[in-house]
């Protein structure tokens, strides 16, 4: 009989046995696949599951490949019978070339086992705890060797994470049943409880204050959600044995893979395999080379594996939080996720999840997107967290589900308790507490309007985007994430026109190569169906560090080596990423953006880099693009000054408004001593954006506004007027956009603008545009 090598049997079969994970429908789908898998691999004639009851003492076999079919669920035993009860009894591997010799044998006529020689059980554990045995049979007399044995070790402990967690979601499922039978016991019951006592005067006065992650209104009992980070309370250990703490490390990386896999499938099953995506970083990250590598060289310094681990976690998470763009800076949530749950398992605790008996409004300090997959979403009416991840996957999950949601609302945690009625107002960024009957009335009504102004907001959301006198638009989406598609869809977005593509740097411990930013390139450019999706090069630098990819100390680095002179800067690193672009742009439209461009040199540079591209993609051979319109943000009030000249090397304009803004003020608008000075409606602002909208017109060149400004129904209104044709905004904000659109001629846009451009403060511009939406001008 063959010997195999522990790489061939072990890592190759857990590579596939995730891959089964996913394809199968059930439990018991997955240990049929499973026993299939291993005996093949192993070259066994019979290799069986056996599980515990739920009375702790009985066997059953619960799946074979080689036994008769017909006693998979029949034949039982007790810990105190055969062989396999014997793994049981005493937690450990069992082994014997000739079973019928053991004293232990026991022959169980069902199953047609009489024929089989060796046996090699090995127990499947949870925390130290036999739930079940993987056995292997052989027609031949066979010695397993200590390799063979320790790699089916490996597969024992993943099959015992799958059957742990495949308990764990039917458990969930039964809860969400009883959830759903209670509400409805609740619901008839509902008439006969006393009248809801007035809050008392100690009540929450006025409402908290957060910032709106997701549009909405919703009122009910609040859920609150202490999370642990999973390292709380850990002492360094004096004497550790580095073998030890590398099993133990391993065990929590098999364990967590393996929960990983479990919450992407439910997440797809319950959402789309759009918003499970993230869970794919998640799994990637867990088996990164250099993650794990930093792992074991502290291990390998005498640290035990917990220190180990928290020290690279938070190596990580330091390095997402210091950088500048918030859509990156909040990937340290991905981080801080999947480091909780290394941490829970490898102490061996549960997690604990929160099981939400009836519909309400979710509080937590943050939400990780495990959470999410966790929660039944369902019972979930809006969000409320104290961190402030306007783009955290949790948030989008809450997009995708259409739930309002609002964050940064500090210490709610602590003022809110678990049931107290709440009132969430993501419309203008507030949280009631214990309202007064008067509040709760006034919302009940507001409620009722939104949920008539959303079914009528739906009808808007696929209806080509034309002004009132017949002026076609065009509403492009912004996105990150591939679970970014569906939500673009489903508002309406003609196309992608600003695709960011520093996530895929993020999650990764080096620069992704060529194949793996094509496929990611292909996925979207394919996913829009010939719309145009135009996609940014890498825009990291200064203090966006990438944790692999640290920048000199710069005193200023927001003015300083980040975005396109970083890319120009390390010519291989751009080309490789041009190249992934070009050869994406066989599969539908693409326009190639370059951000941060101040001059004739940079974007000259950077068309010397597509030609190299192309140059190596004809020499290898490979299908690309030959022609990709390209265009430059404009950003910096040098590309203002300079629109004119980069107008005639470019085929369009990104106007870039969240960074112009900040840098023609000098005001970050993050930063809360000066984000009062942020001021869009700036007559200066003004003036800058007509100016380059009237280049882009004389030079007939392609223009679309990708920030924040466009949706604003009042700033929407004056870039219309001012000749602005192309938008691309966050995607729920596209269906309103379309139904003000319907309502606005252009000619009183044009008007609307012509005469803010003549004013000279931003407060009477504001006013006046608002009058011009209100007086019914917009409808004329």
Known sequence: MTKLSRKKLGVTTLEDISTLILQSHDLDETLNNIVALVARRTEADVCSIYLLDEDETTLRLSATRGLSLESVGQVTMSQGEGLTGLVVEEGRVVAAEEARDHPRYHYFQETGEEQFHS????????????IGVLVIQTLDPRTFNIEETSALST???????????????????????????????????????PPIAEPSPQSQEGPLRGTVAYPGLASGPAHVMVNSGGFADFLEEDQVDPEEERQRIEQALEKTRIQTIFLEK????????????????????LEDRAFLQRIQQLIEQ????????????????????????????????????????????????EDQVLHLKHPGILIAKEILPSDMASLDHEQILGIVTESGEK???????????????LVGVKSVVEQITPEETVILDANSGCLYASPPTAIIEEYSRLEEEARLESHRLEEFAQLPAITKDGTSVVLRANIGLV??????????????????????????????????????????????????????????????????????????PFMGWRSVRVSLDNRDIFRTQIEAILMAAVHGPVKLLFPMISGLEEIRACKEVIAEARQNLSTEGLRFAEQIPVGVMIEVPAAVTMAGQLAKEVDFFALGTNDL?????????????????????????????????EVARKQNKGLCLCGEMASDPAHFLLLLGM????????APFIPRIKAQLRDLSLSTAQQAAKKALTMDDSAQIGHYLQQVLNSGLAGS
């Open 483 to 556: 679970s970014d598609m569906a939500i673009a869809q489903r508002n309406g977005a003609e196309g992608v026109g600003l695709y960011r593509t520093e996530f895929p740097y993020m999650i990764r411990a080096d620069f992704p190569d060529r194949e793996e930013q094509y496929r990611l390139y292909a996925r979207f450019v394919e996913g829009f169906h010939g719309q145009p999706v135009t996609i940014r090069t890498l825009d990291i630098g200064g203090d966006k560090a990438l944790p692999y990819f640290s920048p000199p100390p710069e005193e200023n």
């Open 391 to 405: 783009n955290s996957h949790a948030v989008i999950m809450a997009k995708s589900l259409g739930i309002p949601a």
């Open 266 to 285: 439910r997440v797809a099953e319950r959402l789309s395999p759009d918003d499970a995506s993230i869970f794919h970083t998640h799994l990637m990250i």
């Open 119 to 130: 046996f090699l059980g090995i127990p499947l554990l949870d925390r130290k705890k036999t």
């Open 723 to 730: 000749g602005i044709r192309e938008f691309s905004m966050a």
């Open 661 to 693: 803004i900040q840098y023609m003020l000098a005001a970050d608008r993050n930063n809360p001593l000066v984000n009062k000075y942020y001021d869009p409606l700036h007559p200066a602002v003004l003036q800058v954006l007509h100016q380059v909208a």
């Open 302 to 349: 005498r640290h035990c594996a917990t220190y180990a681990l928290k020290k690279v976690v938070d190596h990580y998470i330091n390095a997402f939080e210091r950088m500048d763009d918030p859509y990156l800076r909040e990937r340290a949530a991905d981080m801080k996720d999947i480091g909780r749950r290394l941490a829970v398992n490898l102490s061996g605790r």
């Open 155 to 193: 597969i024992a402990f993943q099959v015992a994470s799958i059957v742990i967690n495949a308990r764990l979601l039917d458990f969930i499922h039964q809860k969400e049943q009883e959830a759903q039978t209670f509400a409805l016991a609740l619901e008839k019951s509902r008439q006969a409880l």
